[in-house]
C-alpha cells in the first residue's frame, strides 16, 4: 500500500523558510516523478513542483521559481521542499503526490497535507 | 502556460440525474487531460486520466470523453457520495495546471 506522510509545516512570518518532508513508502521511490500541490483555504487546486524519477530533473510554477526547491533522498524515500521567502499567498495546505506511473504526470496517490501559514 | 477554464462553477442536481461537467483548454492538450474529485477535508481522488480511462476502483457511471481542448466528465446518474468538487489537470507541458473546478452540489 501506498503511504506518503508530510511532515513541518506550521506558521512562519513573511519572508521566513520552512522545509517540508514526505516520507513515502509503498512503492519504488526513486523511479516515479514526484510532486507538491499547494491548496489555499477555500480555493482550487495549484502544483507547485515536480521532480523527475531516476534524473531528478525539476519544475516548477512561476509562482514558487527561485523561492521553492524540490528534492528527494533515495536512501531515506523522503521528498523534500524547501520553502524561502515566503509570502501570505503561499499559505496553504502543501500535498504531497505520486504519479500514477514514473513518467506520466497524473496524480493517483495522494498525502494527507501539511499546513503552511505565512502570517505575522 | 495552458489555461484550464471549467464550467459550470456549480452544478445543483438531485440524485441519480446526470452530471455533465466541462473543461476547456486555452490551447491543445490532445488527451492528456485527468479529471479529480475532492470532498471536504480529504485529498482529491483521481478519477479519469488520459481523457477516457477510468482510474483503478473507479465506478463505471463515471466516463471522461474529448481531445485537443474540450473534454467532459459525465456521472451517469448522481450517487449520494458524488456530491463534490471536480477538478480538471493537464500534463501536455510545464507548468501543469489544474482548473478552477466545478461543484456538485445537491439540489
Known amino acids: 500500500e501506498v503511504q506518503l506522510l508530510e511532515s513541518g509545516g506550521g506558521l512562519v512570518q513573511p519572508g521566513g523558510s520552512l522545509r517540508l518532508s514526505c516520507a513515502a513508502s509503498g512503492f519504488t521511490f526513486g523511479t516515479y516523478t514526484m510532486n507538491w500541490v499547494r491548496q489555499a483555504p477555500g480555493k482550487g487546486l495549484e502544483w507547485v513542483s515536480s521532480i523527475i524519477g531516476d534524473v531528478d530533473a525539476t519544475w516548477y510554477a512561476d509562482s514558487v521559481k527561485g523561492r521553492f526547491t524540490i528534492s528527494r533522498d533515495y536512501s531515506k524515500n523522503t521528498l523534500y521542499l524547501q520553502l524561502d521567502s515566503l509570502r501570505a499567498e503561499d499559505t496553504a495546505i502543501y500535498y504531497c503526490v505520486k504519479t500514477i506511473v514514473p513518467q506520466q504526470a497524473y496524480f493517483d496517490s495522494w498525502g494527507q497535507g501539511t499546513l503552511v501559514t505565512v502570517s505575522s | ?107
Do not use: M
Not at chain 2, 9 to 24: F, H, I, N, V, W
Not at chain 2, 75 to 100: K, M
Open chain 2, 1 to 107: 502556460e495552458i489555461v484550464l477554464t471549467q464550467s459550470p462553477a456549480t452544478l445543483s442536481l438531485s440524485p441519480g440525474e446526470r452530471a455533465t461537467l466541462s473543461c476547456r483548454a486555452s490551447q491543445s492538450v490532445t488527451t492528456k487531460l485527468a479529471w479529480y474529485q475532492q470532498k471536504p477535508g480529504q485529498a482529491p481522488r483521481l478519477l479519469i486520466y488520459d481523457a477516457s480511462t477510468r482510474a483503478t476502483g473507479i465506478p463505471a457511471r463515471f466516463s471522461g470523453t474529448g481531445s485537443g481542448t474540450d473534454f467532459t466528465l459525465t456521472i451517469s446518474s448522481l450517487e449520494p457520495e458524488d456530491f463534490a468538487v471536480y477538478y480538471c489537470q493537464h500534463r501536455a507541458n510545464w507548468p501543469l495546471t489544474f482548473g478552477g473546478g466545478t461543484k456538485v452540489e445537491i439540489k
